[in-house]
């Protein structure tokens, strides 16, 4: 719980013939953290064999079809629910499988597409004979009268509604006549004829307006009526035909929902897995596959792989805390950092995202997920102390981290939780009920009336939370067996010792008005301080000796530090004292937003009691709606601004106050080989 888990170098070497099956074995046991062996031990070609370089090729081709019909499946895509991908890895057969169903599937949404086209430009062009029809018949002719004239071309089409005027005066030079009829908002149907020794200059204009002409085939040279209930038919027909292509792609759609599903997981999990083979070394019959396993694992791990394969294996376990072996070797070299893993109760885990997202602990370091849980908590709830918010708090985080339908936000409800039960904590300490202070009695104190004591207890408690960064780093430097960090460092425990002394001046002299002299007073806060710069410098120049410095250079390595020149000895006990100061006295916003709560709920009850509220002289049945409305509202608002404002702070605090005294943030994530969170 206070370090990162134990990990151990796995190295197995198993035939080529059995690489696949070993894949698989390791992508369900979820463990094994590759590293790539070239970086340690070069061995032979590091490449795929040949037909997987080619199912790999296939399968990143593959990715651009399957978008075609995620593109073609359009929005239908964000309810797809994807399943973890279950089964062995196969990048052959799953190469066969999607390139060819993703050929077929696209072929039958083409030749649907395309009768979609079709059957739409069928229809179209019957709706324009029709128009071209009706036309005719208000003009009192028929299509079979126009084909029988011998002077005369008549032309019938559809142009936009907007170059009317244009075409009318352009056919006056040519003593055209026209029937016009308008179709919709846009678009008129257009009847011309001219003599024939004018019917190249009249599609000549016609062409000018953006006129397109509509034939009316030959077969409706009947009667119009007679003609148009043809038609009718002919679109009643078509409009059968969508129906049934209708359902044909409704079906076409499931499948591709299911399909897309199928293949989308199966494709990235393969790619995935092929990702990692890359890491493995090879020579001309064998393969070598090294990764970080958890301690307590790696024996069981190596043993059921043996088995597996028949005793077909060779394998090495070692540990990087041992002297020898090939993990400290790796890690002395530099070719792998040792990668962190969790080991957290499940009360922990809502707070791993808090620590993750500033870096990851070292794995020779401190993990802080338990005091960060501790002290955020504490700070949240003297900035949010209230006890009807709180308990909202914990409705939400209750209904968040068990929902089945929200397990994505499991651990997001799960911290609601733990910072509802936080607020509603400090609301009994200061006495709040949803801002109202009068409904029950304040165990500890009232923010706005006692703000000298809450702003005392804030900085008692930053005082406290530093001393607890400077000790973890203390911890942290014994444990990587460096003494000079421990003692002499910027917050080593010189440093820890220099700023009690302060704190403890402070309460004898100010709080309690003790009397101590000057030079006494002095005095103790050099001691502690110059011994910082002292033994810094000590210790450096002792350190010229060629072992020990051999010894300190390799613990630089290890811990990626730079030795200090003599100017930053120097300012070190100055950088101390202005960042003990700055840091504790950050801590007054604590206070100062604990009193910000109780200032603005109580606004929030001003306003409501505006125009009679409640109980006033001047209540109503109007008044009391309103004043319920606005307390409603006021705590919603408070609970929605401040609380994000103060879910803030706390992390700013936990960041630049807490984190900067012994926590980098520099450690690898332990990131197993799997396959079921594609």
Known sequence: MFRPEKMSLLQCVVMDSDMMTACNFLVRRKVMHLIDRSLFHPIGKEALPGELLGAQASLEKAQGSLKKVADWLGSETEDIAFKPFEG???????????????????????????????LAERENDLKRVSDALQSLELAGVSADDLRKLKYFECVTGVMPARFVPDLLKALQNIGACSEIRKLGMREVSVIVLALKEYQETMRNILKSVFFSEVEIPEKYSVETEEAMDEIELELWSIREEEALLKSEELKLRKFARKAYARWRVMLDANLRVLAAMKLFGKT?????????????????????????????????????EDQSGEARSVVDSGASAVPTKFDHPDFLKPFEPLVTTYGYPEYNGIDPTLFVAITFLILFGMMFGDVGQGFIFVLLGLFMGFSKKLKLLKDTGRLFLCVGVSAMFFGFMYGSVFGNEELIPALWLHPAEDSIKLIGSAIFTGTLILTLGILLNVWQAIIRKNWREALFGQWGLMSSIFYWTAIGLFYFLVVRKGELSVKWAVLMLIVPIAAVLVGDIIWGLVAKRKAIKEALEAASREEGEEEEGLGEQLFKPVEIILSLMTNTISFMRVGAFGMNHAVMMSVVYILAGVGGGWSGANANGASRISYILSIIVGNLFVMLLEGLIVFIQ????????????FFGGSGVKYDPLRVDDV
């Open 88 to 118: 062995d890895i196969a990048p052959l057969e799953a190469e066969k499988e999607i390139t060819e169903g993703v050929a077929q599937l696209l072929e039958n949404i083409e030749k649907l597409e395309k009768k979609r086209g079709d």
């Open 650 to 661: 706390c992390l700013r605090l936990e960041y630049y106050e807490f984190f900067s005294k």
């Open 284 to 320: 001309a019959s064998t393969t070598y596959i090294s990764g970080w396993v958890p301690k307590k694992q790696a024996a069981k791990v190596a043993e059921d792989l043996s088995s597996l394969l028949e005793g077909r294996l060779i394998y090495d376990i070692s540990c990087p």
